[in-house]
């Protein structure tokens, strides 16, 4: 009988001893913060695809470590890291350019110009206290017309928390926002 209670009390003081972390859970926001302009009309359309290095796609984020990189389990992105990043580009660029759409894919409309743009992220770095880095190169196509371009974009400040980071990236993508911009 006393084998029993000791051994129940040591299952209840194992039991006290594991702790359950809890996910915290992060969005990229476009920039400049704030109201979208409302628009009426659009002479432009954009059909947007962006991909993300499969290193960094995945629900949780991944900072870099020297030479490695560390997986944070319980600091996720809200949703898959290319489709927030697309969605916020596109966000970025509408409010840049109050004349354009940007769509997933085209709206078939005739007599608007369709112009596409594949945007490949080829490295995004980030740490904690440093600068996020993120490493571009996209191609236009408008009206048989190609442009190719490739870029590096720093976040103006430095992350000190995870929450940072993500407005960090925010930033990168804001800055990626203004170069394409000008090939619209």
Known sequence: MTLNRLSLCAMFILCGCVSRQRDHFYALDAQPPGPAASRAQFDRQVTL?????????????????????VVLDHERWAAPLADLVTSVLGQDIERRRSDVVVLPRSADHTGIPLIRMKVEIDRLSARIGEHVTIETHWRVSRGGQETVGRDTFVSPQQAQTYS???????????LLADRLTTEI
């Open 49 to 69: 695809q962006v991909t993300v290095p499969s290193l960094v796609d995945r629900n949780e984020m991944v900072l870099a470590s020297g030479d490695a990189v």
């Open 164 to 174: 940072e980071v993500a407005a960090a990236l925010s930033a990168c993508i804001g």
